[in-house]
């Protein structure tokens, strides 16, 4: 079966731009996760759906949102983009929530801010 | 602060030796996983550890999660080039919250 799928791959944006990165997780799955890679940070955790709904979020300004539609696919947005916003952002797909639910990547959306 | 601290950040061996990467927190976690991730790629689950004390063995690397479930060590043997690649932990509790990774290169 397909895996996850980001889109774009790569992207590049000026400051104060807005953005939106789209995520279309393994059929069947209802829980998508998203995350934000920098060499600095490591991977940090931005927000979770399930069932269209957030239920879970990252420390990240409210510049940052996200949401899920009915078919399990997530868009996540940034507005007013800041040079730091330039990332590899990863999209996790899960089964189901749960403690030990296997998430399944992404190959990620690479977000160059300048 | 980082919740999940890996050591060593980077390491280089030459292709048949052994290798142990580090993965320490002071909070305790229901199960951690680890990951591996290519460049260009998104990371790939490498096992689940649940219990504490478990030990789960992948063909070359065995994989230990510490008794009081706060930390975890990943062990590979006879290292071969395509075991190259950044190691992510990850512990669970109501999210996953990933360390910075462990960069490991296997030199043939």
């Known amino acids: 079966k397909a895996g996850v799928t980001q889109t774009p791959r790569y992207l590049i944006k000026t400051r104060g731009q807005q953005v939106t990165l789209s995520c279309s997780p393994i059929s069947g799955h209802r829980s998508v996760s998203w995350y934000q890679q920098t060499p600095g940070q490591g991977l940090q955790f931005l927000f979770e759906?399930?069932?269209?709904?957030?239920?879970n979020k990252g420390n990240f300004p409210g510049r940052f949102s996200g949401r899920q539609f009915s078919n399990s696919r997530s868009e996540m947005n940034v507005s007013t983009l800041e040079l730091g916003d330039s990332a590899l952002y990863l999209c996790?797909?899960?089964?189901?929530?749960?403690?030990?639910?296997?998430?399944?990547f992404g190959q990620g959306t690479r977000l160059t801010v300048v | 602060t980082q919740l999940l601290e890996q050591s060593p950040q980077f390491l280089s061996i030459q292709e048949g030796e052994n290798l142990t990467v580090y993965c320490n927190s002071s909070s305790v976690f229901s199960s951690l996983q680890w990951y591996r991730q290519e460049p260009g790629e998104g990371p790939v689950l490498l096992v689940t550890v649940v219990t504490g004390g478990e030990v789960k063995k992948l063909k070359r690397l065995t994989f230990q999660f510490g008794d009081a479930r706060k930390d975890s060590s990943l062990h590979i043997t006879a290292a071969q080039p395509g075991d190259t690649g950044l190691y992510l932990c990850a512990g669970m509790n109501n999210r996953l919250a990933f360390g910075k990774g462990n960069q490991v290169v296997v030199i043939p």
């Open positions: 996790a797909s899960s089964l189901e929530r749960g403690l030990n639910t296997e998430a399944f």
């Open positions: 759906y399930f069932s269209e709904t957030q239920r």
